[in-house]
């Protein structure tokens, strides 16, 4: 790393732009969690505005003003949350597209019907089985397991069968052509 930087290596910030992982547990990995944090950018970056700086206990005032600094740079909008499951966006999305999905396990209406309420009824430009779908369920079944494996006793992050049973037979959304619609 000295050879990257060499001209002063101290003050090197380092972020990790996972969506589902601790930062706090990467953290502690490195020999500088003072100078580590997230920087979770959403796809696709070019279009996406939107930046969750992530903090942790051992990270300073000055190494979260760089983090913003940088991400203004870009022009992006920061915002700043601590290092909580899926930050503030993933941690209230994954939730949101498993109750959907309860919902339709239950019978309660249709996926078409659900979309088509959030969209018009709460303003969302998308439904969650179609933000869903474009995630990936196997992403979606993937957070919410390693979550739930951290978490148990959070019922939000309880396994799905539905969303298992899709995830099982290959039904993974845009990628496979299929997930909770067929394309």
């Known amino acids: ?14 972020a990790s732009n996972t969506s589902s992982l601790p930062i706090t547990e990467i953290a502690s990995a490195t020999k500088r969690k003072d100078r580590f944090g997230g920087l979770h950018f959403f796809n696709p970056v070019p279009v996406m505005r939107l930046v969750e700086v992530v903090t942790h206990k051992d990270m300073p005032a000055g190494t979260v003003n760089s983090f913003v600094q940088f991400g203004e ?22 939730p949101y597209i498993g109750e959907a999905t309860r919902m339709l396990e239950r019978g309660d209406a249709t996926a078409t019907d659900i979309d088509s309420a959030m969209k018009l ?11 869903a779908d474009l995630v990936g369920l196997d992403i979606v079944k993937s957070v919410l397991d390693g979550w739930h ?3 148990p006793e959070n019922k939000l992050f309880a396994p799905i069968p539905y969303l298992d049973k899709l995830v099982a037979t290959g039904k993974l959304g845009r990628k496979a052509a299929e997930g909770f619609y067929k394309y």
């Open 1 to 14: 790393m000295r050879n990257v930087a060499p001209a002063d290596f101290r003050q090197c910030l380092f």
């Open 73 to 94: 740079t870009l022009g992006k909008h920061c915002v700043v949350c601590k290092d909580t499951p899926g930050f503030i966006v993933n941690r209230l999305l994954i």
């Open 121 to 131: 009824g709460a303003g969302y430009p998308m439904g969650p089985f179609q933000i």
């Open 149 to 151: 494996k951290r978490f």
